[in-house]
């Protein structure tokens, strides 16, 4: 990591940190190396996906399913984590501190492509100020079928 990564990633750690004491739990390893993995990684996970690489990256490291569970849904209460859900499919988890940006979702596969547009960052502003909203947030997630998948089911 160079110096400005760490500096976001201490003052991120630190955020976590006073998060787990406002809510009277201990500061963990396992808590720690969740948090670090979505730090280091821009995919989008599954908590199982995420569960995984933990165990591949930390194989010393005895750490459970529950654990990643508990902790994304704690990182997602604080807005640190940001998710997608897939309805009975369950949710895919990123860290919160990128650049706005909106998301393809494949309806077959799964793939996420994130974009940004600023067009349509306009138009939405627009569309608001028109009706008297002023916005503060806003997610954006456009289904249909990738590239891949569509090449696929042609070929089927």
Do not use: W
Not at 29 to 35: H, S, T
Not at 110 to 116: K, N, S, T
């Amino acid at each position: 990591m160079s110096n400005i990564e760490n500096i976001e990633y201490d003052s991120l750690l630190i955020r976590f940190k006073d998060l787990l004491k406002h809510n009277n739990l201990k500061f963990t390893k396992q808590r720690e190396v969740v948090l670090k993995t979505l730090y280091n990684n821009d995919e989008h996970f599954t908590p199982e996906s995420l569960y995984l690489l933990i165990k591949e990256t930390y194989p010393e490291l005895n750490v459970g399913i529950a654990t990643v569970y508990r902790t994304l849904n704690l990182l997602e209460e604080s807005s640190i984590v940001t998710s997608i859900s897939f309805g009975s499919a369950g949710k895919k988890y990123e860290l919160a501190n990128k650049p706005h940006h909106d998301h393809l979702i494949c309806k077959c596969c799964g793939l996420i492509v994130e974009f940004e547009n600023g067009d349509i960052e306009t138009k939405q502003e627009e569309i608001a100020s028109k009706n008297g909203f002023k916005l503060t947030s806003h997610l954006m997630q456009l289904y249909g079928i990738c590239e891949n998948c569509q090449k696929s089911r042609k070929n089927k």
